[in-house]
């Protein structure tokens, strides 16, 4: 049973959620002035602050099973250091095919000094709107990870959600371990909108 004060701040974030992708349709021009309030009221009752992403490969194992699974992925409709956090395992547009997804761990964010392994590497600081992702798989090296150590800094606008929860199998699954801020942030969400029957239904 969800408590009162958990529904409270699922329609919180319900509703910042419903603002800031009407506001984003609004700015491109796909809704004009009128249709903002409607927008956001539909977003608030008809949609839902998650979707399922099937996941393959073993670059997340342990966190997510060694071939994969289904991921419960919370929605960002906007991706900045205020909403999504190093330490959180998040979904992104890949580099090098944008009908593709990876889910990776977030290392780092603008500001931070990046320093290699390798001396022969400068250390450099990644900048603006940058973000450094990694496999959570240490035993691939970095081509089999795909991750940025292969292809550098990605932009923070490839980021389209957090994964809250992993079905590795019907027997294996649970919350997905991320930083303290994002645990924080999606536990009314995970609450009100976690379905494992229908994560397992999704189960390929």
């Known amino acids: 049973m969800v408590s009162l004060s958990t529904w409270f701040r699922y ?107 390798d001396e022969k590497d400068e250390p450099f600081v990644l900048e603006k709107d940058q973000c450094w992702v990694l496999s959570d798989n240490e035993s691939l090296k970095a081509k089999e990870a795909r991750d940025s150590r292969a292809f550098g800094p990605i932009p923070m606008t490839n980021i389209v959600g957090r994964v809250i929860y992993a079905m590795r199998t019907a027997v294996d699954h649970g919350p997905v371990q991320n930083s303290h801020f994002g645990m924080r942030k999606d536990s009314p969400v995970l609450e009100v909108e976690l379905d494992v029957d229908e994560m397992a239904k999704n189960a390929k």
């Open 11 to 117: 329609i919180a974030y319900k509703f910042e959620y419903s603002v800031s992708l009407s506001w984003k349709s609004y700015k491109i021009g796909q809704i004009t002035d009128r249709d903002v309030g409607d927008t956001i009221w539909k977003n608030l009752f008809q949609g839902k602050l998650t979707y399922m992403h099937w996941n393959k490969g073993e670059e997340m194992a342990p966190s997510i099973g060694t071939q994969g699974g289904t991921l419960l992925v919370r929605k960002l409709p906007t991706t900045d250091p205020t909403r999504v956090f190093v330490g959180d395992v998040v979904v992104l547009k890949d580099l090098e095919n944008p009908d593709d997804y990876l889910v990776r761990r977030l290392a780092a964010v603008e500001g931070y000094e990046m320093v290699s392994t």
